[in-house]
């Protein structure tokens, strides 16, 4: 039996474990991005860094193992301050958007995203439900909105906006046709309800949100693959059929995994600002793979790796690998396959590894 120290605290752990292992069976949160239990350890993000007091260095606890006699600094300033710039360097180069601009702008921060994606989709009672949970004040803030959401609509530099002050009108006007759950209708942004003319205050502002940086032309065209349009546009939503045709014109800027993403949660816990300029590594691409559904954009990778280690046993079916060396090696498909043959049976393995919104599921 071995018999470490973390944070003061005397542990005992078997020989050949990690410190983070250790320590997570203690109960010692430590943060990090590039681990998954049951997946080969490979030392990335060096987010789960920790000080070894006695060698007066730092150390990936994900990989390091356990040495008896060992002191451990899992959560001093030290500690704390290297982790908070490991997260700074990886979003240096993470070129994506938490949340599209329509939502952030937005004065209530209702999930035009969403709306859009149940229109287009055809669910309309889901929408009906998304609008009744969102809805609380006595009437709908669009109604006298000035439509920030329209001004910042990417499809306006394409030919016009999303037609989302009408689309929200439509379908919030609706909901008297439709019984409101009960468990919507004590619900509001704010936890209350508020007056007309009382201004609500957006809480995805006060949310951490990366940024893109300046994009290129064909880097902006990107977000038109997903775009299911069928050329009808509608200003005047005034039927289930006009907004989910002009639902579907929808470029979709925001995160699949604006809600579950580990590189956001954890830049919130060590309140990290999204750096101001940006290391273009990869452009701004959508590799989308129609036979499984799965898309791909390199933007967001944080070269983690574990969606190559997870299919590592794979022989039957080309799997992701890692491209060049370095800086500039990024995560692709094999140069002698074609994205469209990757991954067929492990796609929602991968997406639900993937700690980023780099992989996802066409929805």
């Known amino acids: 039996m071995i018999r470490i120290k973390i944070d003061n605290i005397d542990l005992d752990a078997d020989e050949g474990q990690t410190i983070l292992n250790v320590a997570l069976k203690a ?7 590039c681990h998954k239990v049951g997946v080969e350890h490979y030392s990335s993000c060096m987010v789960c860094l920790v000080k070894n007091l006695k060698a007066n260095s730092f150390i990936p606890s994900c990989s390091a193992l356990v040495q008896d006699g060992m002191e451990i600094d899992a959560s001093g300033d030290e500690v704390k301050t290297i982790r908070k710039k490991a997260i700074e360097l990886l979003l240096s180069e993470h070129r ?14 209702y999930n035009i995203p969403l709306m859009n994606r149940l229109l287009m989709s055809g669910d309309y009672e889901k929408a009906l439900e998304l609008s009744a ?19 910042t609509c990417r499809r306006k530099k394409v030919d016009q906006p999303i037609s989302i002050r009408n689309i929200q009108l439509f379908v919030s006007q609706s909901i008297n046709k439709y019984e409101q759950p009960e468990s919507v209708k004590d619900q509001s942004i704010n936890g209350s309800v508020e007056q007309k003319g009382i201004k609500i205050s957006n809480p995805l502002r006060k949310r951490f949100s990366s940024k893109i940086g300046k994009l290129e032309t064909e880097e902006f065209k990107e977000w038109l693959k997903e775009c299911t349009e069928t050329g009808e546009r509608f200003r005047d939503i005034t039927d289930i059929n006009a907004a989910g045709h002009e639902a579907e014109n929808c470029m979709h800027c925001d995160c699949r995994a604006s809600g579950s993403c580990l590189l956001r949660k954890t830049a919130e816990e060590f309140s990290v600002k999204d750096p101001a300029g940006k290391i273009i590594n990869a452009p701004i691409a959508k590799k989308i793979n129609h036979k499984t559904g799965l898309i791909f954009e390199n933007a967001k990778c944080i070269k983690c790796g574990l969606c190559v280690r997870v299919c590592e046993d794979t022989r039957d079916e080309p799997a992701l690998c890692f491209l060049n060396r370095g800086f500039i090696s990024i995560i692709s498909e094999p140069l002698t396959e074609e994205f469209v043959n990757i991954l067929r049976t492990k796609t929602d393995i991968c997406v639900d590894i993937c700690p980023t919104g780099a992989l996802g599921k066409i929805k």
């Open 96 to 109: 994506a958007e938490c949340e599209a601009p329509c939502r952030i702008v937005c004065p209530a921060g």
């Open 133 to 151: 949970s969102e809805v609380t004040t006595p009437e709908i803030m669009c109604t006298d909105c000035k439509g920030f959401c329209e001004n």
């Open 27 to 33: 109960g010692i949160h430590i943060p990090t991005l």
